[in-house]
């Protein structure tokens, strides 16, 4: 299968998808989510079979998850959204938290839940559970 990663940037997150979507004998691109243009003419070039998005911070455009299926690696449960949702968990101090694929769609951090996992939260960093947990 040719996989399109979307990511605003080459994170931890998006690296293990990488390797390990290229270890099962996908193949695989990195596009930076620079601007719905350049994301809208990626897509088109490198002709993917599914796009996923580990790491974004805004919307894909509506003519990208028209064209192709588009899968969000969200980390948060399913229900929850907004760019600061593991903030708010850790501020609050919830004893579960977790990760969401869902299919873009018209609606923002919206769209059709294909699996979700969930982790105990531990006192840390976001950074320390974004590249720990949430990755794992």
Known sequence: MRILL???SFNNLT????VGLCERGHEVSVELDIHPDVTGESIALYRS???IAPFLKGAI????????RCLIVYPGPPGDRGP???DGAILEGVAQ???TVLQADGEFD???IWVHRTFPMRR???SSIYRNEVTS
Do not use: C, E, T
Request: charged share 20%; no cysteine.
């Open 6 to 8: 979307l990511s605003h």
């Open 15 to 18: 690296q293990r998808l990488h």
């Open 49 to 51: 079979d599914l796009v």
């Open 61 to 68: 455009p509506d003519d990208v998850w028209r064209a192709v």
């Open 84 to 86: 600061a949702a593991l």
């Open 97 to 99: 938290w977790g990760v």
């Open 110 to 112: 919206a769209g059709p």
């Open 124 to 126: 840390a960093a976001k």
